[in-house]
């Protein structure tokens, strides 16, 4: 009777093992090429080691059972669970890190240099155009009220930098150990909001109306041809989409399973009339850097877009939007950045889209960045989150709106407090108040 007992237990911890091994193994290219890719990146554009990278940023869920090597001399990562998932990530210059498949590695799209060196002087310019602070901010803040505000904000959920910005007048900044003035930083999904401004670029030249049937010629022989590019841009288009990073999904397979991230989402079904329901969709996002694609018809031309159009004109001379294998900026999630380069894009938001006389944007998109989507609650307005549903920031001022990225990333714009505040962290929500952080800086104010 013993013996049978051993024998049941056996069987149902070897159905378990077995079990247990499978759901891994078939998640193993997600988590593989979440640690390939972000390593990548993490080494040949953050300038960061390998070893602080693992220890840190790749340490959590099923990422941390990925075993990696990195070619430092070919800019090459590879990742693998024990012979499952196998993923190898390449840096481009100018274009960033990618995924890339066997058949296509080494030139899938042609290496181009986008990023320039900043101008002379860059130092000697006066904060924002330049990093030369000049500007006593005293008469504006409590200094000692913002300062225990700052600090605060180091004390729980592992933040890297904090940036309060008022006006163009000046900011203050801090840093966690490690990263300075020059880290670049992943925004994650802040780099949706990048990719609405691109739209709203192509808009106030007259190049695309986005309230017509979105450019996409896979649509135009279905329902889908209603799809309008406000409604990608609004998150209502209806198309069939999970948001699901702990999982197989739409956007696990698109990030980590496809050279073509735009192409897979423009493939998927129609799963709701558009402007019907609201839910997030990475695949949207990706699809307007798509769009922005095919506007422009030239590669080179597409590659300094988001430069020439936006990054130099507001001085972020240390930001690189990432491409993915086929040469589509990845609008969805990739733009590392530093600190205070995503201060300055807040700021050009908070100067309603004009830069210093220069307008990047018209002042009617950055008002209809926060005019709220059709059913999303007062969450969501165009590629940018809002504050009117209270739902992260009870306390903080409605007219609040923000980017947004994994882990804490988020840049908020306060138009009715001059205000933008840059958070940049590893966290989970539970680890960190954001509402305490915004509301603290706010009161700091005299």
Known sequence: MLKKWWLIILVVFLLIFGFAAKYIIDRSMIFTGFAAKNLASGIFVADRTQEDLEANDLNFSLVGLASSTVDYKNKVVYSDFYGFGKQKAFFREGLGVCLQEDDLYPNAVNDHQTIK???????????????????????????????????????????????????????????????????????????????????????????????????????????????????????????????????????????????????????????????????????????????????????????????????????????????????????????????????????????NGIWFGDTIVEPSWVAFTQTEAPHSKGDYGSQFWLNKSKRELPDAPEDLYFADGFQGQRIYIIPSKKLVIVRMGLTTEKDFDYNKMVTDVIKALK
């Open 117 to 351: 060196t900043k101008p002379a002087g860059f130092d000697t310019i006066a904060w924002p155009r330049g990093d030369k602070m000049q500007n006593d901010l005293s008469s504006v803040f409590d200094m000692q009220a913002l300062q225990i505000a700052i600090d605060a904000v180091f004390e729980k959920g592992r933040t890297r930098s904090v940036i309060v910005a008022y006006d163009t007048l000046g900011m203050i900044e801090q840093y966690a150990e490690g990263f300075t003035k020059h880290s670049k930083i992943l925004g994650w999904s802040m780099s949706k909001s990048i990719a609405s401004t691109m739209i709203g670029i192509l808009s106030k030249h007259g190049k695309i109306d986005i309230n017509k049937s979105a450019p996409i010629e896979e649509w135009a022989h279905d329902e889908r041809r209603q799809i309008t590019t406000k409604n990608l841009l609004n998150m209502t288009s209806g198309i069939q989409w999970d948001e699901d990073y702990g999982d197989i999904s739409e956007a696990t397979v698109m990030l980590y399973q496809k050279s073509n991230h735009a192409q897979f989402a423009i493939n998927q079904p129609a799963a709701y009339p558009p402007d019907s329901v609201w839910y997030y969709s990475s695949g949207s996002s990706n699809i307007l850097t798509e769009i922005v694609k095919r506007t422009i018809n030239n590669d080179q031309a597409y590659w300094q877009f988001p430069y020439k159009e936006l990054f130099y004109k507001i001085s972020m001379y240390e930001t690189l939007m990432e491409t993915d294998a086929s040469g589509n900026f990845v609008g969805s999630s990739y733009t590392y950045a530093t600190s205070r380069d995503w201060a300055r894009f807040g700021l050009l938001y908070l100067q």
